[in-house]
């Protein structure tokens, strides 16, 4: 086997690992922050793919730029779900607030899922982004339309970063996920906060979905694949660490691309996983957990 195509195996798990981590980091926002687990995660990209589609099919906008109108929308749907559902999950107190949340998201999961087939049919949908060519560096092949993947999905998190880090709203954020209790007292609308950070989590969600309807296409079922897919990140993270997810989805990536190089195929999703386990048994707190 050649280096060129260890490095061509390399480079394209790092592209599918930067959807891993966009994906995990909207995952563990809200589980850092609400302290509920949305294991819908995975529908709200799915139906970001589908708004996507729908641009790129009646309106002819490119996926890319689509991501302008993508991620507003999913930011919106996310705010009524948070008004709707979980703004009476958070409510709870301990395991019971995981317990129910973990009901209430799954059976909007089955919803989602459901009123997209009846509205969609189940056919799976793609997109044909603008972005064509593809660089040639030693022999290894990066295609144009993977590359702007990879800087959109650094763009997201980067902003999301200088958000959390530097705005009145992102510190409130922030400090909601350390201690609740104390922000209130600090005089921050915790409720408003738990509204926002649902949104965003939504929209993140929506920014993965647009990618991987470029990359795969969209179809109703795909919502399960990614929401284990972010949660794999996210523990391998640490559940304590946001921006920590990202790395961590670009090293599965490329795990799971060199263990496809070297053991099959077949192997690459199981690699994933018995990396998962080993972490919870040897390293509960994840790479990044405090």
Known sequence: MSYETIFQNLVFGLFVGSIYGVAAVG??????????LNVAHG???????????????????????????????????????????FRHVVRLAGETKIKNSLLVSF???LILQNAVIQLFT???????????GALNIAGVILPYTRLVILVVALVAILALHLFLQYTYTG??????????EAAAL????????????????AALAGVAGTLVTVIYGVAPGIGLAWTLRALVVIVLAGT??????????????AVE????????PAYRELVGLVIFLLTLLLRPKGLFGR
């Open 122 to 132: 189940a056919d799976e949908r793609g997109v044909q982004a603008g972005t064509s």
């Open 186 to 201: 600090a005089g921050i609308n915790i409720q408003r906060i738990y509204l926002l950070t649902f949104g965003l989590g």
């Open 27 to 36: 995952l563990a926002l809200v589980f850092g922050v609400l302290k509920v």
């Open 107 to 109: 059976g909007l999961t």
């Open 43 to 85: 529908e709200l990209l799915m139906i970001g793919g589908y708004v996507t589609f729908w641009l790129f099919r009646l309106l002819d906008i490119d996926p890319f730029l689509s991501l302008l109108i993508t991620g507003p929308v999913l930011f919106l749907f996310g705010v009524v779900l948070d008004r709707a559902l």
């Open 240 to 253: 304590g660490s946001i921006l920590g997810a990202f790395p961590v989805g670009l090293l599965l990536g």
């Open 171 to 180: 510190k409130a954020i922030r400090a909601t996920a350390e201690d609740w």
């Open 257 to 264: 691309a060199l263990s496809g190089t070297f053991i099959g």
